[in-house]
């Protein structure tokens, strides 16, 4: 089984992912970042741009699943991505 991080990417009223994840990589401030399983806590802010989910193989006849964000905040800690939008 592969190393996975809970992600949940969600704004008011809407949860756009929430699911393990392999790697994700997102449009930060000071540029892109990839997020992997057991991470370094971490808080940040997210621009405009496409954030890029790598799904386990097990969940998903995809490998990955993308989508365009205007801006957010994300919160890693305990294996766990929180992404604010």
Known sequence: ??????????SVGETHFDGPAVSATFPGMAGE????AHHEPLVTT???GTVIIR???EESG???????IENG???CSNNRVTVLL
């Open 55 to 57: 799904l386990p193989r």
């Open 62 to 68: 995809k490998n990955a699943k993308e989508f365009s």
């Open 1 to 10: 089984m592969q190393n996975t991080f809970r992600l949940t990417i969600a």
């Open 33 to 36: 970042f990839t997020v992997l």
């Open 73 to 75: 905040i994300l919160e």
């Open 46 to 48: 997210l621009k405009d």
